[in-house]
């Protein structure tokens, strides 16, 4: 494996990151970059589908979005904790994959697993720079933490234009048949229910609204980084806002 990767998205469990991120890696792949995702746990405790299932559903759903490295950290699922055990191990995954930009999930979340992963998302990406952290592998410092949207709304920092992937996004999504199809004799869950994934997929096209385009992610940072091109960087892509 090459020595780097240059996005790397965090979730919790099998099918987080393909929802709040599944755009901009399918993107960044049609890009040219090497891609990667690293699911916390395997969604074992889940209602539906079980750790083996998720775990065949979530290497689907990679080579839907044409990640290079696909790795899973090994974390008990419902306690997922900033604990230095967890932190240890994910330290050592961004040391190995060596990532220039990580997505983690949003601070904020309704789910505890979602914030407890934002936590050790935003401690691993201190330590793994720090020499004096002592681990199997060499420090890695990452250029920079971004975190997704899931469910609670924030004020972005910036979109990611990813209108001519919506379907990718969406097919990586339907990996995840366990969780998104009803299927008779199986419980019922709210994202199994029929329509929700039409719902939910329309948030992209709400942020789309916002952002100038048709389909786009939010993203935040936690500081608003220097820029060296400010120029190339606020002109590039799509930047034309609706006037009111």
């Known amino acids: 494996m090459p020595d780097s990767l240059d996005l790397v998205a965090i979730g919790a469990h099998p099918d987080d990151v393909e929802m709040t991120s ?9 890009q040219g970059y090497r891609t990667g995702v690293i699911h916390l746990t395997k969604g074992e405790m889940g209602t539906r589908g079980t750790a083996a299932q998720r775990v065949r559903e979530a290497r689907a759903a990679a080579k839907v979005m044409g990640c290079s490295v696909l790795e899973f950290a090994g974390l008990k699922d419902g306690f997922i904790r900033a604990d230095d055990a967890s932190t240890h191990r994910l ?16 601070l904020q979340c309704h789910h505890p697993d979602h914030e407890a992963a934002a936590a050790l998302a935003v401690r691993a990406v201190h330590l793994a720079g720090l020499k004096g952290y002592k681990s199997r592998i060499s420090p890695h410092r990452v250029i920079r933490l971004v975190h997704g949207r899931y469910s609670r709304h924030f004020e972005p920092a910036f979109y990611v234009d990813v209108s001519r992937v919506i379907e990718r996004k ?11 199809t009803p299927v008779s004799g199986q419980p019922e869950t709210r994202m199994a229910a029929q329509g929700f994934l039409d719902q939910y997929m329309s948030l ?13 992610e939010a993203y935040w940072l936690s500081s608003a980084p220097a820029l060296n091109d400010p120029v190339a960087v606020l002109s590039a892509g799509v930047q034309h806002h609706m006037i009111r």
């Open 91 to 106: 330290v050592e995954l961004l040391r190995k994959l060596k990532p220039r930009v990580v997505i983690a999930p949003y």
């Open 204 to 216: 992209t096209a709400q942020l789309g609204l916002k952002a100038g385009c048709a389909h786009a």
């Open 170 to 180: 969406r097919r990586a999504i339907e990996c995840y048949s366990s969780q998104f």
């Open 22 to 30: 599944g755009g901009w890696l399918c993107v960044a792949a049609e």
